[in-house]
């Protein structure tokens, strides 16, 4: 039997990502439909998981 790997889909689009061999845990991979940055959270042989990317705080500058 084949194991196809599980490809994660952006969760805001459903469209599937191309997993990269270089993705590492911790990689921010950018929705190539709608431009959203997810962060890989799981990367194994079997499985890549993705969540949304944590929003990088913008700096008011108060
Ligand atoms: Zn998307």
Redesign the pocket.
Known sequence: MTTAIETPK??????EFEVQDDWEKGEIAE??????EHEVVEKTDAAVRVELAPEVEEDWGE
């Open positions: 952006c969760l805001v689009c459903d469209t929705c190539g439909a709608c431009g959203q």
